[in-house]
């Protein structure tokens, strides 16, 4: 599958952005939403208390990393940028939050990819909607990211992956992954943007009612997939039961999409969130194994 490098004259990107405004005229910034201009700092609130004997902590020796502003279709919106202090162009990872938004733990996920060769970045997708970093309960923050349209993702997705294009990326070599929320969000945009050569969705759900902001579900959508996906999954998640797996599993061999798709026996929903309760070690260190032999294996190195 033959991949161009993307840049800001993509008439798909043009188009969508020029549309944003017309499609979703909600996403106008409130007064409360106009100061959320930068990033959460620490941990959210709703994660405490952070397990600090499990927490990973990567430093950024070598590494260029920090806060960057994206200029989306709308608005500008901040990120979290890792790579490689030297060298370059990089291969780019789009990584996508939790629900818990883009805070201490995806900005790690980022500088291990740096540390790994990648150029990370890691959108803020919630700020039109709200800042979740601060609520206190998961139902609180569920409010807020069920506001959240998926067309407004992919287009900041998009606006990220333009951004790396002038900012050392090589984004013919583009990769995606995402954990929880970013899971389901990996899937669909590994069917929305031809350019992604490789997805590696961690534990996102994969199918559920159709709606106005969110019309399609991972197993909707995988016979659009435009490039290989590694599903990574809890075989104890409750919240993913395995059945469903299952039937994302055969709806891409039913495509003949390439898929792989690992269930984890005994490992519950956010086993890779080391900061967490729910932290499993050796099914966290063999999915991450996992996810760079596969951004490898699919040109993204």
């Not at 807020?144 to 992919?154: I, L, R, S």
């Not at 026996?265 to 099914?283: G, I, M, T, V």
Request: proline fraction near 6%; hydrophobic fraction near 45%.
């Amino acid at each position: 599958m033959a991949h161009s490098t993307r840049s800001d004259a993509d008439p798909d990107a043009a188009n969508l952005a020029a549309d944003m405004q017309s499609l979703f005229p909600k996403f106008e910034p409130s007064r409360r939403e106009a100061v959320l201009t930068t990033l959460a700092t620490g941990f959210a609130l709703a994660t405490q208390p952070v397990a600090a004997e499990t927490t990973i902590t990567t430093d950024t020796q070598g590494l260029k990393a920090g806060e960057v502003q994206i200029d989306a279709a709308d608005r500008k919106i901040p990120a979290y940028r890792a790579n490689p202090a030297t060298g370059g162009p990089f291969p780019v990872v789009l990584v996508v939050q939790e629900i818990f938004g883009v805070h201490e733990h995806i900005k790690d996920v980022c500088r291990r990819l740096a540390k790994a060769g990648y150029l990370a970045i890691a959108p803020e997708m919630y700020v039109r909607q709200g800042d979740v970093s601060n609520l206190k309960s998961i139902d609180e923050i569920r409010a807020v990211v069920a506001k959240v349209p998926d067309a407004q993702v992919m287009s900041d997705l998009d606006a990220a992956v333009a951004y790396t294009a002038t900012s050392n990326g090589d984004v013919a070599r583009l990769a995606i992954t995402g954990f929880c929320w970013g899971g389901r969000i990996t899937w669909l945009y590994a069917a929305h943007n031809p350019k992604v050569k490789a997805g590696v969705a961690w534990y996102g759900r994969l199918v559920g009612e159709a709606s106005a902001l969110t019309p399609k579900h991972p197993v909707d959508v995988a016979e659009d997939l435009k490039a290989p996906v590694l599903g990574l999954y809890g075989g104890a998640d409750q919240g993913i039961p395995l059945d469903t797996v299952a039937t994302m599993r055969a709806a891409c061999e039913k495509a003949g999409k390439t898929c792989e798709i690992v269930a984890f026996k005994d490992a519950p929903h956010a086993f890779h969130a080391d900061y967490r309760p729910s932290y499993r070690a050796e099914p966290a260190r063999e999915g991450w194994s996992r996810l760079l032999d596969w951004l490898k294996r699919h040109g993204i190195s």
